[in-house]
C-alpha cells in the first residue's frame, strides 16, 4: 500500500509541478479542435464521463435491474422505454450518444437532474431563469436520431448526476455508448493533488464535496461557447432563456421590429425586460408540420399557430420562480416553418401591440405585467420600459435577422442586422474567453465575486487548479469601474457571456452585496498564503489596491464602523459586527502580499486600519451583558453567525470574548444547522446557509487553535448534522457541496438548489487545515506548522497530502494504544521546513531525542516521525 501510495504521489507531484511552473492547465489538458458545430478553437479536452450505473425499464427507475456501466450495448424498445443513467457523481458536459442501430428515424427524451426527485417532473429540476449561463436553459430536451454515429447536444449541460432517455417512437435504438463530453475535469476524488482522510467516513465524503464541486464549478475558456450561433442568414438561436441586448437599457415605449424563420416549432423574444431575462415574454409558435414536430410537444402549453404571453422569466412556472398565467392569442392562419417573417412588438400605455408581415396580430393588455413589474426584482422595474431579447422555448429553433427599434415619434433607435459575431457580446452570449469558477455548476453560471471566497481554498486544497483562480480574479478585475460611479469597486456577479466594454449597463451589481468586495479581496489575499504566488498576482496589484480604496471610503468617520455607501451587505447591516470584521480581516490577509511587493505604504495602512476596524467593533459593540458583539449599532441585543464567525477569523475577538460567543451558539440552532440570524425565522422553510456556517466552522476550530476555547461542539454538530446531510442522502447526494438546505436537511430551495455550490464547501479546506493540522505560517508555506487535532472530534485517524509550491507535504496522524499515545508522521518535500507543535506536556520521541510539549522540526527532504506516548488525553 506505502509503495502504491508513492507511485501516486510521484505522479500527481509531476503534473502539479506543472501546474506551478509551466502552466499547463490541468492533467492530460491536451487541446483539441471540437469539430462538433466548429464551437471552438479552444476546447479543452476532459474525455468523456460514462455512466457509473443504469436501469432499463417502462419508467425512471434504479431500484430494479441496475447494471454497472461498462459500455454494453443498450437497446430502448416498447418493452424497455426508459434508460435511467446515475453517473454517481456530478458531471459537466455535452450530451452524447454513439447509435449503432435503429429500425426507423428515432425520437428520446432525455432529462437531467442534480436530484433524483426531480426526474418525476415534466421540466425536471429547471428550466434555469436569471442568466443565459451559455448552457441549455432546458433540462429536457429532444433528440431526432435518424442514422447510425454520434450525436450530440449543442449545449452544455452544466451539472447533473442523473439521466434519463425516453423512447418516443414505436421504433428501436441501440446505443453503443451513452454519456456527457465533459466541459471541466472529472476525475476521482482520490486522484486529486490535495488529499485528506480521517477514520470518520462521513467526513472523508464531506471533504471529497470540494474536491468534486471545485471540478465540476470551473469552466475553461472553450468550454462555455456561445449558445446563439452567428450565420449567413442570420443568429441561429436555438430553445433557450432569452439574451437581451446591452443596447436598450434605458430605452421605452418603443416598436421592436425585426425577421424570423422558424426551423422548428416556434419562436421567441422580450421587450422591456432588464439585462436578466424578466419582462414581457413571447413565444410564436408554428402550425407544428410532422416531419419537424416531435412527439412530446406540450400542446397544452403552447398549442400551435399560437401567441403566447407572460411577464417575468418566460411561460415555465417553476418551483422558486413563479410566474403569471400565460396568455394565449390563437392566429387564425397557419404559421410556417422555413419562411421568413416580420413581427413587430409595440410597448404602448396600455399593452403590447403585436404584429405579423404588418398585421395585427394580437394586442396584449399591460395590467398583469405592470403588476409584476412593480414587484420585479430583476427586471427593468417598468412594463413600458427595459431592453429587448431572443430566444425560442424548449427545443424550438429559429433564425432572427434585422432587428430594428424606433422610438414612439418613429426615430430609428438601433438597428442590427444580426450578422456579425459582435452581436453575441452585444447580447451577453459572447463565448467565454477566461477560465473561472462559477457559483453553481448547473445554475446560474454567475462568476460571484463573494464565492471566490471559499471557491479558491477549496481549490487550494483539492485539485490546486490556480489557473481557475487567476482566471477568475481576472475576469472579475477585468470588470472594475476606472470611473464614477462605484469607481474601484467591480461587478459583483458578472456573467459568462458579457463583456465589459458594456459595463455601464450592469451598474446596478455594482452597488449590490458591497460586502462581496471584501470577500473577493480576502481570497485574493487567501491565495496569496497558499500559493505565495506574487508573479501571478503583481499584475493586479494596483487594481487590488483601488478596490480596497474604494471599500475603505465606506468606513463611516464618527462610529470607525463599515457603512455601505453602495446597495446592501450580505452578511449583516452596516455599522455591524459582520461587515466592519470582515472588513478588518480582508486587510490583514492582504499585508502579506502589500508586503511581499513591497509596498510598505500600503502594508502599514492595511494594518493600521484593520486595528482601528477591530478596536471600533470592541469599543462599540461588544454586548458584556449577552456575552456577543451586537448585530449593530442599530440592533444591539441581536447577534449573527457571521459577526461570530468573522470577529474570531479577523482577531478582533478575544479568547473570553470568542468562548463566551461560541456558548451562544446553540441559541441558534435551527434543525441540521445553524440559522444565520438571530432573528431568522424558526420555520420549517428557513434556508440553512452552509456558505454562512463554513466561515463559522473555520473560526471555531480557529478559536481552539489559537484563542484556547477547547470545546469544539458546535464545529462538531456543523460536520455531524448539517454537512453530513449532503454526504448520506441519496437522493439528493451529488458527490458536491450544496446552496443551501432546509431544516430537515432536504435542498433548501428545492429542485432549484444548486447541489454543485462552492461556497458550501468549506470542510474540504477547514479539515486539512485544523484536523490533520497542516497550515502556513508564512506565504506560500516557506513556514508552517503541523498542530494534529488528536481530541476533539473523536477521530483515531487522520492523514493527508498538502500541496505547496514546494512539492507535497504528506501527513498522518494516529491514536495508538489506549488512548493516550499516538503516532505522527510527515513527509516534507525539498526546500521548506515545518514545526511540528506537540501538545502541552505531551512526552514524545522522534530520532532517539526526547520532549515533553515544545516543538519538532519537520526538515524538507525528509520523512519524520514522532512517537507521542502519553500526555494527549486532556
Ligand atoms: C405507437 O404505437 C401505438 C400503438 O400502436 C400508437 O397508439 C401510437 O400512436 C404510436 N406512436 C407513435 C409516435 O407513432
Ligand atoms: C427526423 O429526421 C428524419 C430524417 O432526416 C426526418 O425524416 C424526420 O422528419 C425528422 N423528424 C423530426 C421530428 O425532426
Ligand atoms: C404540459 O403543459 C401543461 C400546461 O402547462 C402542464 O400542466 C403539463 O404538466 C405539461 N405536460 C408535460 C408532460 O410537460
Ligand atoms: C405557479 O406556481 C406557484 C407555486 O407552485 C403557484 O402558487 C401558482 O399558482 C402558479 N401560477 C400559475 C399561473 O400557475
Ligand atoms: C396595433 O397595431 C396595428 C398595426 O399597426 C394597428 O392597426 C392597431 O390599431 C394597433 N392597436 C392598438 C390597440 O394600438
Ligand atoms: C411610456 O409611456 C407612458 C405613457 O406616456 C409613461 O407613463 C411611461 O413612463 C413611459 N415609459 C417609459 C419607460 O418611458
Ligand atoms: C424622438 O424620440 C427620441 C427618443 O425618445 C428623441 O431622442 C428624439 O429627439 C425625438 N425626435 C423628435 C423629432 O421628436
Ligand atoms: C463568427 O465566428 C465564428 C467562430 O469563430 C466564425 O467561424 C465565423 O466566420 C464568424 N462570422 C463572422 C461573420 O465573422
Ligand atoms: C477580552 O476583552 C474583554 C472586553 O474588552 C475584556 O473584558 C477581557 O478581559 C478580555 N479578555 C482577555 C483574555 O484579554
Ligand atoms: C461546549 O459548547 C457547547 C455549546 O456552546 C455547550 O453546550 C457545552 O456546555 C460546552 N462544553 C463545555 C465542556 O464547556
Redesign the pocket.
Known amino acids: 500500500m506505502d509503495g502504491k501510495m508513492r507511485m501516486v504521489q510521484a505522479c500527481i507531484l509531476a503534473i502539479v509541478s506543472g501546474i506551478y511552473y509551466l502552466g499547463v492547465p490541468g492533467w492530460a489538458g491536451s487541446l483539441r479542435k471540437s469539430n462538433e458545430f466548429k464551437r471552438s478553437e479552444h476546447f479543452v479536452d476532459y474525455g468523456e464521463v460514462y455512466p457509473a450505473k443504469y436501469a432499463l425499464g417502462p419508467a425512471a427507475t434504479l431500484d430494479a435491474h441496475t447494471t454497472y456501466y461498462t459500455k454494453q450495448m443498450i437497446a430502448l424498445s416498447a418493452s424497455d422505454q426508459v434508460l435511467t443513467i446515475d453517473y454517481g457523481v456530478e458531471a459537466a458536459g455535452f450530451p452524447f450518444f454513439e447509435v449503432v442501430a435503429l429500425s426507423a428515424p428515432t425520437q428520446i427524451e432525455v432529462k437531467y437532474a442534480e436530484q433524483w426527485p426531480a426526474l418525476a417532473e415534466p421540466q425536471s429540476d429547471g428550466p434555469w431563469t436569471y442568466t443565459n449561463g451559455l448552457a441549455n436553459t432546458f433540462r429536457v430536451e429532444t433528440f431526432n436520431l435518424t442514422v447510425a454515429g454520434r450525436v450530440e447536444s449543442f449545449f452544455v449541460q452544466g451539472g447533473q448526476r442523473w439521466q434519463t432517455v425516453r423512447l418516443l417512437t414505436n421504433t428501436t435504438v441501440t446505443f453503443s455508448a451513452v454519456g456527457l463530453k465533459a466541459t471541466s475535469a472529472h476525475v476521482p476524488v482520490g486522484d486529486v493533488p490535495g488529499q485528506f482522510a480521517t477514520s470518520n467516513a462521513v467526513y472523508n465524503g464531506i471533504w471529497a464535496l470540494g474536491a468534486r464541486v471545485a471540478q465540476v464549478a470551473c469552466v475553461d475558456a472553450g468550454n462555455a461557447p456561445s449558445t446563439w450561433q452567428i450565420t449567413s442568414e442570420g443568429a441561429l438561436i436555438r430553445g433557450q432563456q432569452t439574451a437581451q441586448s446591452v443596447k436598450g437599457a434605458t430605452a421605452g415605449?418603443y416598436t421592436l421590429a425585426f425577421a424570423t424563420k422558424i426551423v422548428r416549432g416556434g419562436t421567441g423574444w422580450k421587450v422591456a425586460s432588464g439585462f436578466r431575462p424578466y419582462g414581457a415574454s413571447f413565444i410564436l409558435t408554428s402550425d407544428y408540420p410532422t416531419e419537424s414536430t416531435f412527439v412530446n410537444t406540450n400542446r397544452t402549453l403552447l398549442p400551435p399557430n399560437t401567441l403566447i404571453f407572460n411577464y417575468g422569466w418566460g411561460i415555465f412556472n417553476q418551483t422558486s420562480a413563479a410566474t403569471g398565467w400565460n396568455q394565449y392569442f390563437e392566429l387564425d392562419e397557419d404559421v410556417h416553418e422555413g419562411q421568413w417573417y416580420n413581427i413587430s412588438t409595440t410597448i404602448t400605455a396600455n399593452g403590447y401591440n403585436v404584429t405579423l408581415d404588418g398585421k395585427s396580430l394580437a394586442f396584449v393588455p399591460i395590467d398583469e405585467a405592470a403588476y409584476y413589474a412593480s414587484s420585479a426584482y430583476f427586471g427593468s422595474g417598468s412594463a413600458t420600459g427595459g431592453t429587448w431579447g431572443f430566444g425560442p422555448s424548449q427545443d424550438q429553433e429559429a433564425y432572427f435577422k434585422d432587428v430594428t427599434v424606433a422610438?414612439?415619434?418613429?426615430?430609428l433607435?438601433y438597428a442590427n442586422s444580426l450578422l456579425a459575431n459582435s452581436t453575441l457580446a452585444e447580447y451577453n452570449v459572447a463565448p467565454l474567453d477566461t477560465s473561472v469558477c462559477l457559483d453553481g455548476a448547473k445554475r446560474d453560471r454567475l462568476v460571484w465575486t463573494g464565492d471566490f471566497y471559499h471557491t479558491n481554498r477549496v481549490i487550494a486544497a483539492s485539485t490546486l487548479r490556480y489557473d481557475y483562480v487567476l482566471g477568475t480574479i481576472k475576469y472579475i478585475l477585468s470588470w472594475q469601474r476606472q470611473s464614477a460611479p462605484y469607481k474601484g469597486f467591480v461587478h459583483v456577479d458578472p456573467m459568462l457571456g458579457a463583456r465589459p466594454e458594456y459595463e455601464d449597463v450592469f451598474l446596478s451589481q455594482y452597488a449590490a452585496l458591497q460586502d462581496y468586495q471584501d470577500l473577493f479581496l480576502s481570497g485574493v489575499g487567501n491565495y496569496f498564503r497558499s500559493s505565495g504566488d506574487i508573479a501571478g498576482l503583481q499584475p493586479y496589484w494596483n487594481q487590488i489596491k483601488a478596490q480596497v480604496t474604494a471599500q475603505l471610503a465606506s468606513i463611516d468617520p464618527l462610529s470607525g464602523l463599515m457603512v455601505v455607501t453602495n446597495g446592501y451587505y450580505f452578511l449583516g447591516p452596516s455599522n455591524g459586527s459582520a461587515v466592519t470584521a470582515l472588513g478588518a480581516h480582508t486587510l490583514r490577509k492582504l499585508v502579506p502580499l502589500a508586503q511581499a511587493l513591497g509596498d510598505d505604504a500600503a502594508a502599514s495602512l492595511y494594518e493600521d486600519t484593520a486595528n482601528n476596524l477591530s478596536q471600533a467593533i470592541n469599543d462599540k459593540l461588544w454586548n458584556p451583558s449577552l456575552g456577543v458583539y451586537s448585530l449593530s449599532l442599530d440592533a444591539p441585543s441581536n447577534y449573527s453567525l457571521t459577526a461570530i464567525a468573522f470577529t474570531i477569523l479577523s482577531g478582533t475577538a478575544n479568547s473570553t470574548q470568542a468562548s463566551a460567543m461560541i456558548s451562544r451558539l446553540p441559541e441558534l440552532r435551527l434543525g441540521v444547522g445553524y440559522k444565520t440570524n438571530s432573528g431568522d425565522a424558526d420555520s420549517g422553510t428557513t434556508q440553512l446557509s452552509p456558505n454562512t456556517q463554513g466561515f463559522l466552522l473555520e473560526a471555531l476550530f480557529q478559536a481552539h487553535r489559537d484563542l484556547g476555547v477547547q470545546n469544539l461542539t458546535v464545529a462538531k454538530t456543523l460536520l455531524d448534522d448539517l454537512w453530513s446531510k449532503m454526504v448520506t442522502q441519496n437522493e439528493y447526494y451529488s458527490g458536491a457541496s450544496w446552496e443551501y438546505l432546509y431544516p430537515d436537511g432536504s435542498p433548501g430551495i428545492d429542485l432549484f438548489t444548486s447541489l454543485a455550490h462552492p461556497w458550501g464547501a468549506a470542510p474540504t479546506y477547514v479539515m486539512p487545515e485544523y484536523v490533520l493540522g497542516i497550515a502556513p505560517t508564512s506565504p506560500g508555506y516557506s513556514t508552517w506548522e503541523f498542530r494534529p487535532l488528536l481530541q476533539g472530534l473523536g477521530l483515531t485517524e487522520a492523514n493527508g497530502t498538502v500541496v505547496t509550491p514546494y512539492g507535497s507535504i504528506e501527513a498522518k496522524w494516529e491514536i495508538t494504544g489506549t488512548g493516550d499515545s499516538a503516532l505522527v508522521v510527515a513527509t516534507v518535500p525539498k526546500g521548506t521546513n515545518g514545526t511540528l507543535v506537540l501538545p502541552d506536556g505531551a512526552d514524545a520521541q522522534c530520532d532517539g531525542q526526547s520532549y515533553r510539549g515544545g516543538h519538532v522540526k519537520l526538515h524538507g527532504g525528509k520523512r519524520t516521525r514522532v512517537t507521542i506516548t502519553s500526555g494527549i488525553a486532556k
Do not use: D, G, I, P
Open positions: 415605449n422610438a414612439e415619434n418613429s426615430t433607435l
